[in-house]
């Protein structure tokens, strides 16, 4: 079993940033495809990104592409996500996701799951 908890959300202001982070603990993520969502009020939960177990490959939400990036530090067993200018609309709760599967169709199913961190972004 995977514990996966999250830090660094805040208020930011729009157009700054803000640098989430994922720990592991229980087990080494090494080997796991690692990812973050989001879930706004009032809306489903929401794909942002996804990293491949050795960092090589990634794959983004249309809503954050280019702005966010995903990457991971298995030594650390920690996965981080970098947020740049940002906007109200990225207001939500983040989750940190791990394990599971991601498809040949980016789709990505985690098995494991944080409780998350609260991301505001004040216009």
């Known amino acids: 079993q995977v514990q996966l908890v999250e830090s660094g959300g805040g208020l930011v202001q729009a157009g700054g940033s803000l640098r989430l982070s994922c720990a592991a603990s229980?087990?080494?993520?090494?080997?796991?495809?690692m990812g973050w969502f989001r879930q706004a009020p009032g809306k489903e939960r929401e794909f942002v990104a996804v990293?491949?177990?050795?960092?090589?490959?990634?794959y983004y939400g249309d809503s954050v592409k280019g702005r966010f990036t995903i990457s991971r530090d298995n030594a650390k067993n920690t996965v981080y996500l970098q947020m740049n200018s940002l906007k109200p609309e990225d207001t939500a709760v983040y989750y940190c996701?791990?394990?599971?599967?991601?498809?040949?169709?980016?789709?990505?199913?985690?098995?494991?799951w944080g409780q998350g961190t609260q991301v505001t972004v004040s216009s």
């Open positions: 996701a791990g394990g599971g599967r991601w498809d040949y169709y980016n789709n990505y199913q985690p098995a494991y």
């Open positions: 229980g087990r080494t993520i090494t080997s796991y495809t």
């Open positions: 990293i491949s177990w050795t960092g090589s490959s990634t």
